[in-house]
């Protein structure tokens, strides 16, 4: 199995539903301005949402206190965008599911195949390989 699925997961509802149900938490957010991560999270604050950070090192990132961990976040997300490597990517799947998060949106490079494939037979609603948020939040 390769790491990375080729297709793309995914459709316009499922953005919309991911976008409209919170609250919302990050994974692999970055202090750096210049790393997709800390793109992703400023795009979420530029649009107005309060989203969670999950960071095993920082305390905060962009103004916003980090959790060590999605256990620490009260109330759960409902919604996680992964922004971390591929090979992290089973390791949220099955965070999410062990929580009861509804919905993940892997950002472009943080997927794997076996990441997708046990999130979609979980019943978990699966954006991945292809709808990127930063364009996503520019269509609104």
């Not at 095993?56 to 103004?63: F, L, R």
């Not at 998060?101 to 979609?120: M, N």
């Amino acid at each position: 199995m390769s790491d990375h699925a080729d297709h793309a997961v995914g459709d316009a509802a499922l953005v919309d539903r991911f976008l409209t149900t919170g609250p919302w938490a990050i994974v692999g957010a970055s202090r750096d301005p210049d790393k997709f991560g800390n793109k992703v999270l400023r795009a979420y604050l530029d649009h107005g949402y309060r989203v969670d950070i999950v960071h095993p090192k920082e305390d905060e990132i962009e103004g916003v206190k980090c959790s060590r961990s999605l256990d620490d976040i009260e109330p759960n997300p409902k919604s996680l965008s992964i922004v971390t490597p591929p090979s992290l990517a089973l390791h949220w799947v099955r965070e999410a599911k062990r929580l009861g998060i509804e919905q993940l949106w892997f950002q472009p490079g943080a997927s794997s195949s076996e990441a997708i494939e046990e999130a979609q037979s979980s019943g978990l609603g699966v954006l991945a390989n292809g709808p990127c948020i930063l364009v996503e939040f520019r269509k609104r």
